[in-house]
């Protein structure tokens, strides 16, 4: 039988907001009074491994951001970067009450870098629901890449067919799709909740 074991939620954009998207950097650029372009471009060339764990984030805003002599330090910045994540309350209630007191293993599978993931983990409670957290700075690996979906149902050891994947792009979702995974585009808490249900996904109210 094809029923559900595994149970993979993105973070940024589903149970958060966006860890350091083009909105995040655009309140930086503004808050810092950066060049845009050449912010950009930098950026463009060091969040690959920024976030497959090649660099740290020390590294990142030394070539991005403090290169220009900016009188701010790392502690400032970093600071200002955990400052714009924003847990999604609902969202991650939901994801509650599918890991508490079921038979799914519940891990998360997204995109972020080392530093950024550990915060955001810790601070919004997500060490007390998920069993694993296949992320692409300890995977090596980001999505959408056929390869990264592969290493985290590897280390999962989930069958896709048996597999179903929560993220709010769809990109995301096209390759787990092409290997098999259920998939979910996440669009509000509700929507979610009802789609969760529709793929046969008990939910547990008093994981709340």
């Known amino acids: ?26 309140v930086a650029i503004d808050h810092f009074n950066l060049d845009a372009a050449d912010f950009q471009a930098r950026h463009e060339e060091m969040v690959g491994p920024l976030e497959q764990g090649e660099v740290s984030l020390d590294e990142y805003l030394d070539f991005t951001i403090l290169c220009r002599g900016l009188p701010i330090d790392h502690g400032e910045l970093k600071a ?18 599918v890991a508490v007191g079921c038979n799914y ?3 998360t599978l997204n995109n972020e870098s080392d530093e950024l993931n550990r915060y955001r983990i810790t601070t919004f ?28 149902l590897s280390i999962a050891q989930a069958r896709p067919e048996q597999s179903l994947f929560i993220d709010d792009r769809e990109q995301n979702l096209a390759p787990a ?14 929507q979610l909740r009802a789609a969760l249900v529709s793929h046969g996904i008990q939910l547990n109210p008093s994981g709340k």
């Not at 098999?180 to 509700?190: A, F, H, R, V």
């Open 125 to 152: 409670g997500l060490d007390e629901i998920f069993n694993a957290y296949l992320s692409s700075c300890w995977l090596g690996l980001r999505k959408p890449t056929h390869k990264f979906y592969d290493r985290a």
């Open 1 to 26: 039988m094809n029923h559900i074991r595994h149970v993979f939620f993105d973070i940024g954009g589903v149970l958060a907001t966006n860890g350091w998207d083009r909105e995040q950097r655009k």
């Open 177 to 190: 799709a092409a290997l098999g995974m259920k998939t979910i585009l996440y669009e509000s808490p509700d």
């Open 105 to 107: 293993w519940v891990m």
């Open 80 to 97: 200002f970067i955990f400052e714009q994540s924003k847990p999604n309350t609902e969202s991650i209630g939901i994801a509650r009450e």
